[in-house]
């Protein structure tokens, strides 16, 4: 079973930035794709970015140029870099992991516990 530990997040005022971690246990770090999603309240989990095995990265509009999205092989880590964050940045994130290279959370097999991020205007 695989498992993804999250950290970080918190209240940040708007414009400001924030980085959270995604590590993994029983891991091989090699066989899967990571990815990070975000839920507002009330909304669908929707997606923000994506790394590949081999460090490709691909990223939703809405967070291009703000987010980045970084693995440390050694650390066995993913990190989420938010930067100019804004008030509609504000939801739960949640890392998730699988071979696919997808878009949709129904693609993702495995999910890190979720981690509060609100950001005020």
């Known amino acids: 079973q695989e498992q993804l530990i999250q950290s970080g997040g918190g209240l940040v005022q708007a414009g400001g930035s924030l980085r959270l971690s995604c590590a993994a246990s029983?891991?091989?770090?090699?066989?899967?794709?990571k990815a990070w999603f975000r839920q507002a309240p009330g909304k669908e989990r929707e997606f923000v970015g994506v790394i590949s095995r081999s460090g490709t990265t691909s990223y939703a509009d809405s967070v291009k140029g703000r987010f980045t999205i970084s693995r440390d092989n050694a650390e066995k880590t993913v990190y989420l870099q938010m930067s100019s964050l804004k008030p509609e940045d504000t939801g739960v994130y949640y890392c998730a992991a699988d071979q696919s290279w997808s878009r949709s959370p129904d693609a993702y097999a495995y999910w890190g516990q979720g981690t509060q991020v609100t950001v005020s205007s």
């Open positions: 029983e891991w091989t770090f090699s066989r899967y794709n």
